[in-house]
């Protein structure tokens, strides 16, 4: 059903409905996307042993559906040998797409910080006796899901049509194209990279695919995927348009267009604006993009195009790049000249009929220094989000660009993109198993060796870390491969944590995310099963006591040793007989990671994470006070009259403060 934002907010029935759902996202249980949105993923057909590349992932929800599906298959424990590595340009907006993709715990994730169009070149090893670098790493998946107008999303994005004008697509063809060049080049010969837009926009879209495929002369081409979700209403791609200036005239070519017509930078670009003859459309098969109107569906808009990389980009190839970069410089200049020339030829004139006095005051702000034009490098403007929808939305020129000098454009050659420098945080640093602190947190938990010591990395700080991350063997790969060329924000997955209890006897505790990875290699005295009766203790309790859990369970929990970390267990299939069963039917085995005490054991979990499972297990629903707190009664999770029960507090030093004995 459709309702209003703030109505899902003030109406007290639906209000529990929204909190529902703000809980299970942050959980990682649900994830609300629009429909169209979860389009190009799907068509890219990941596989478990794919190298995969997001160029402009954030906020992130294309990337979970990358990284489900490189998951599909995959046994519970173990790594698939592919990866995802998910890039934006905006470090903020990486920072948020961390908090999306740490929900789904997967070690097979690389959250990147470039400008899509400068993502940097990774080189494998050298073979042979020779100390060159090997050749580049490709990926067999790519997704460029570019910055746009994002004048497809007007049905829930109305804000949309307040900023919207004509020309907005022209500041972000140069850059949408840029970025596709990229990822051709970073695209495996034989892999497959979809083009995607929330815009209708062509020159946007079949503008944007048209050029790179004729620029590419072969090497790539439009795949139909007609046939692949049959259910999904679309229309085929545009072979001819009109441009729209910003005086609102329609062009069918560029020399229709005069010079005042259109800001100087992006008059260089104006031919890329324009459809091929039709011929070479038509050769391109530019009817196998894929266009999604909202009316089709009742969806926003879409444009979709699934390219295929069928011959490798020669060295040819990248001299042609060069070449185009110096004849659209050299365009430029003579075109510059010429206009400059027509302005002297009408200085000239005007100073014919020029009285005295006015040539005299001309000569005076002559020698009193007039502004002089100055010609600068060609710089990308940031990205920056829409706040209400998922549009990507570049920064566009202001309305007196005719006004401004324009920006001259340095050569650019996609297949050597300038490096970034390095982010200003500690980087991440592989962790020697064999050795110091990692080795003793092995040992003390008793992992065994089917899981690889390799995966193992952390933050460095003053020679000492606070937390203990896991990666698989191909991000390690990956990372090691490229060394300080690629800004790293985050990966892995965080298995490990300093604890504060100083009794302990291991420095390090068990992480809940980390538990799914770490849970086939513990020591099996470290995995505790349960019934349920026990299980509605736990959650029903903050710090129960041990006396209050079943003898069978006592006694296992024993063999713990005191101040570290337990899994409790609760498999629904092995318990389906017993008398106590959960509020909500189960079907997958439950593994909470919990602090062995004294005579106590306590749950250490996120507060949502709690919230949710205790709502499906026992049918109640968590209702935090305002400071997010717990409130307790003789150690025991309170229910309110309005059947639902109090938050907890998330902080786990507090829990094992009060655990301490």
């Known amino acids: 059903f459709t309702i209003p934002r703030i109505a899902l907010k003030k109406s007290a029935e639906l209000s529990k409905f929204h909190s529902f759902l703000v809980t299970e996202t942050e959980v990682g249980n649900i994830s609300r996307q629009e429909a169209v949105s979860m389009v190009p993923p799907l068509l890219l057909d990941v596989q478990p042993q794919h190298f995969v590349l997001d160029m402009c992932a954030a906020p992130g929800s294309k990337t979970a559906q990358l990284v489900e599906a490189l998951h599909v298959g995959v046994a519970d424990g173990e790594t698939p040998s592919g990866l995802v590595v998910a890039n934006d340009a905006d470090y903020k907006r990486a920072c948020m797409l961390v908090h999306q993709v740490n929900r789904l715990n997967s070690p097979n994730i690389v959250v990147t910080n470039h400008s899509g169009e400068r993502f940097p070149n990774i080189y494998g090893a050298s073979i042979g006796a020779g100390s060159g670098r090997g050749p580049a790493v490709q990926f067999d998946r790519i997704l460029c899901d570019v910055p746009c107008s994002g004048d497809g999303t007007t049905r829930k994005n109305v804000r949309v049509w307040e900023k919207w004008r004509a020309d907005d697509a022209h500041s972000l063809n140069p850059i949408q194209t840029k970025i596709l060049q990229r990822a051709a080049y970073l695209l495996k010969t034989g892999g497959r990279m979809v083009y995607s837009t929330c815009s209708l926009n062509p020159i946007e879209n079949e503008a944007v695919v048209a050029h790179v495929l004729n620029h590419f002369e072969g090497a790539l081409r439009l795949v139909d995927v007609g046939a692949e979700l049959p259910e999904l209403k679309r229309r085929p791609g545009l072979a001819t348009w009109k441009v ?21 930078s992006h008059r260089r670009y104006v031919d890329a604006f324009f459809p091929l003859d039709r011929a070479r459309m038509d050769e391109l098969h530019i009817e196998r993009c894929m266009r ?19 011959a490798p980009i020669s060295v040819n190839e990248k001299k042609k790049a060069a070449e185009r970069a110096e004849r659209l410089q050299r365009e430029y200049d003579e075109r510059e000249q010429q206009r400059v020339q027509a302005a002297a030829a009408g200085a000239d004139s005007a100073a014919e009929a020029e009285t005295p006095a006015a040539a005299a005051a001309a000569a005076q702000d002559a020698e009193n220094g007039a502004p002089k034009r100055h010609i600068e490098a060609e710089t990308v403007g940031d990205t920056e989000a829409e706040p209400a929808a998922e549009t990507k939305r570049p920064k566009v020129d202001s309305a007196d660009d005719n006004n401004n000098d324009d920006e001259r454009m340095a050569p650019y050659l996609p297949d050597e993109p300038r ?10 640093v592989f962790l020697d198993a ?83 990875q770490l849970l086939p290699h513990l020591a099996p005295h470290f995995v505790v099963d349960v019934p349920f009766a026990d299980l509605r203790v736990l959650l029903e309790q903050v710090n129960p006591l041990l006396e209050s859990l079943s003898a069978q369970t006592r006694e296992r929990i024993a063999a713990v ?22 509020f909500t039917r189960l079907t997958a085995v439950l593994a909470l990671p919990c602090w062995r005490g004294h005579a106590s054991i306590s749950v250490h979990m996120d507060k949502n994470q709690l919230s949710s499972l205790i709502h499906r297990v ?44």
């Open 419 to 428: 490096e970034d420098p390095a982010l200003p945080e500690n980087p991440f």
């Open 244 to 264: 729209m200036t910003r005086d609102g005239e329609l062009h069918e070519s560029p020399a229709s267009i005069a010079t005042n017509a259109m800001p100087r």
């Open 292 to 310: 999604i109107y909202s009316h089709l569906q009742n969806t926003g808009g879409f444009f979709v195009a699934v390219i295929e990389k069928v």
């Open 434 to 516: 064999s050795a110091g602190e990692l080795k003793n947190i092995l040992a003390f938990y008793g992992i065994k060796d089917t899981m690889s010591r390799r995966g193992f990395l952390s933050r460095m700080e003053n020679s000492t870390y606070r937390s203990v991350y896991y990666v698989s063997d191909s991000v390690r790969r990956l990372m090691e491969l490229a060394g300080q060329r690629l800004r790293v924000v985050n990966t892995g997955i965080r298995v490990f944590n300093r604890n504060c209890v100083k009794d302990a006897g291991c420095a390090y505790r068990l992480v809940c995310e980390g538990v799914p």
């Open 618 to 661: 026992l049918g109640l629903t968590i209702d935090r006070s305002s400071e997010g707190r717990l409130k307790l009664a003789n150690n025991t999770r309170s229910v309110p009259q309005d059947d639902g029960i109090s938050g907890q507090d998330d902080s786990n030093d507090q829990v094992q403060a009060q655990d301490q004995e």
């Open 561 to 582: 040793p005191v101040s570290s970390s337990v899994i409790i267990r609760y498999d629904p299939v092995a318990h389906a007989v017993d008398a106590e069963q959960p």
